[in-house]
Nanobody, 127 residues
Framework: VQLVESGGGLVQAGGSLRLSCAASGFTFEDYTIGWFRQAPGKGREGVSCIGNSDGSTNYADSVKGRFTISSDSAKNTVYLQMNSLKPEDTAVYYC?????????????????????WGQGTQVTVSS
């Protein structure tokens, strides 16, 4: 199993970025894939996830209305479109995957943490 993130960078507050997570080594449609982030000095928190068996999506309250998760099964890739970015969105963003057993928003709880993780991509939002 391999997850490779891309798309991070430096952006001004109010700007947008799109993160990509390219997945390989498993049957894409059988897995939930999501995004987590970790800011300096803070714990890792769930941001958003998508169940690729039915396309169901979930979001943390802090990003609802600003972030949109989507997936492209032809490319085995999950995207996170981030709009109206705020300085508090600054973090390393990680892509993670687990078998889709209908866990829904519990996937973001990290209890238990997903077994498969990417290396992370830095997102920095300047004020």
């Amino acid at each position: 199993v391999q997850l490779v993130e891309s798309g991070g960078g430096l952006v001004q507050a109010g700007g947008s970025l799109r993160l990509s997570c390219a997945a390989s080594g498993f049957t894409f449609e059988d897995y939930t894939i999501g995004w987590f982030r970790q800011a300096p000095g803070k714990g890792r928190e769930g941001v958003s996830c998508i169940g690729n068996s039915d396309g169901s999506t979930n979001y943390a309250d802090s990003v609802k209305g600003r972030f949109t998760i989507s997936s492209d099964s032809a490319k085995n890739t999950v995207y996170l479109q981030m709009n109206s970015l705020k300085p508090e969105d600054t973090a390393v963003y990680y892509c993670a995957a687990d078998r889709d057993d209908g866990m829904g928003i519990l996937f973001l709880s990290l209890f238990p943490p997903p077994p498969y993780w990417g290396q992370g991509t830095q997102v920095t939002v300047s004020s």
